[in-house]
């Protein structure tokens, strides 16, 4: 991901950043996203 340390937001589904240690953080919305972002972030 390109944008360290700030949110990547698509309205309604999900919320994904990246912070400086390189854990990636994802905020689920729309369930349907639940199963990409367990697969994808270190903290769902």
Do not use: Q
């Not at 390189?22 to 990409?36: K, S």
Request: proline content about 2%.
């Amino acid at each position: 991901m390109g944008a360290t340390n700030r949110f990547v937001c698509l309205k309604g589904a999900w919320c994904t950043a990246t912070h400086d240690s390189g854990y990636v953080l994802t905020i689920v919305e729309n369930p349907a996203y639940f199963g990409a972002a367990c697969d994808t972030a270190d903290i769902v």
